[in-house]
């Protein structure tokens, strides 16, 4: 990991998802060196006395936190849209990750799944979307590694060494079935990609081939099947209003009930730059 990247940014509400989400950086920032920052959006045209009260209040939680869980914790309150700033910060401060909570409710800072992806999908920073607090304090045991026929499959392999290094995770790499051979074909060159990496830097792998359907459906079933911690999607290049409108296939995987942590790589994210892990 680069020197200059030691920060995961913790989205801040003020509600209980944002603590779990909290949880979940706490439990990857001890594990890789990182300091936290919790960020809180408000609106443009808000006051200066309420601007004030928000942040006295977001400076007493980063406070108690970095007591309770023994690890930096700042603070940073910012003025504009949720879907823009959030981005925009991360990319400034050039952080490592993004772990933001989501949940059913709207509101200005209530994320739900289709929100999130409007949030992920401007930033060159990926993002860890979670729901519940983490089960435990101890590594991502088992990460969920989809791999279909888009070239942006590649993308986020990097993502992957990187847990397998620090987390000591098995990745598990699922493809879905198809009798189209071109489909096949692009399918399978994403497939030996992976596995090259994957084995040129000792990633513990297992490869599994789920039932034609809905691969995003059939990657949820497959996560919730072996009690997976982690599922790791690269986003839609170039996404469109109807995505958001239609649900992209990582919007369903975001918003799963299973409640599943869903790791959201950007093509050309810049964390954990694939060079630096790609030969051991």
Known sequence: MEENQKLIIVPWDFTHVAENAL??????????????????????NVSVRAAGEKKAALQHISDTSRIKYNIPVSCEILKGSIFSAIAEFANKKEANLVVMGTHGMKGMQKLTGSWALKVIVKSKIPFIVIQDPPSDQGRYHNIVFPVDFRVESKEKIGMAIFMGKYFDSKIHVIKPATTDKSLLKATNINLNFAIKYLTQNNIEYQIHEVPRGNFAQQTIDF???IN?????VVTTKNITAIDYVLGASEQAIIANSSKIPVCCVNPKASFAKVGQFMYG
């Open 223 to 225: 996560a919730l099947k």
């Open 23 to 44: 949880a979940h950086a706490v439990k990857i920032g001890k594990m890789v060196g990182n300091s936290i920052c919790l960020l809180h959006i408000v609106d443009p």
């Open 228 to 232: 997976a911690d982690l599922i790791l």
